[in-house]
């Protein structure tokens, strides 16, 4: 009768831990699939927020971005835009939307009319009327104090693949000249090295010895004389 009775006391022990083990095992499968997913939502947020510039992006960029292969080629054979009205006329009417999740040419905040920040994904009548009304903006600083009072950080660093402040090419710091589309430390360098500037003519001259006429053209958007 004992040896009944602790054979049935093991086999309900053994069964509960195996139970337990199981369920043990099933919270660690449940832990690691909700990681995996979190993970995967960040890197997917991450991911979305990246616009690229039309004017910089590699053929390589805009593919695994999803652009048509047909957009592609008009990108690339008319490039560079000097507006984003020159971009749109290349991207049929439906399709626009969609694209410029993806990809776009930066608005000078200073110049834009109201009507073409719209263009931007997600910004509608009052924030266009937002980004104009803190003109004329000195910084791009200056654009992200100003615009924080309505939307979140995230946001702001979202509308900043949109946009720019185009710079004094005597007076801006260096700080100001990086923060342009797809100007580095050498660019930003060199920017500084031919100080003062007397004409504009003379920019061409000094930074086309370092850039093809495309990119110069490019990079003459961003800068002004007083």
Not at 124 to 147: C, N, V
Not at 196 to 217: A, H, M, S, T
């Amino acid at each position: 009768m004992k040896k009944i009775a602790i054979t049935v006391l093991s086999t309900a022990l053994l069964v509960s831990c195996g139970t337990s083990n199981e369920k043990t095992q099933e919270t660690k499968e449940e832990k690691k699939e909700t990681t995996t997913t979190e993970t995967a939502k960040t890197e997917n947020t991450a991911e979305s927020l990246v616009v690229l510039n039309a004017n910089l992006a590699t053929q390589e960029e805009l593919m695994k971005a999803g652009i048509y292969p047909e957009t592609i080629k008009k990108i690339i054979e008319n490039r560079p835009f000097v507006s984003i009205n020159e971009l749109e006329a290349l991207i049929s009417e439906e399709n626009r939307e969609a694209t410029y999740k993806k990809v776009f040419v930066p608005l000078n905040l200073n110049t834009t009319p109201e009507e073409d920040f719209k263009k931007i994904p997600r910004v509608g009548d009052k924030m266009a009327h937002e980004f104009e009304e803190y003109r004329p903006y000195t910084s791009i600083k200056q654009f992200k104090k100003e615009i924080g009072k309505y939307v979140d950080e995230e946001e702001v660093d979202r509308y900043l693949y949109y946009v720019f402040v185009p710079v004094e090419l005597n007076t801006a710091s260096e700080e100001d000249i990086k923060a342009l589309p797809g100007v580095g430390d050498k660019m930003a360098h060199e920017f500084e090295e031919y100080r003062p500037y007397k004409n504009i003519e003379q920019f061409r001259k000094e930074i086309g010895k370092y850039v093809d006429d495309k990119e110069l053209k490019r990079l003459e958007r961003f800068v002004y004389l007083k």
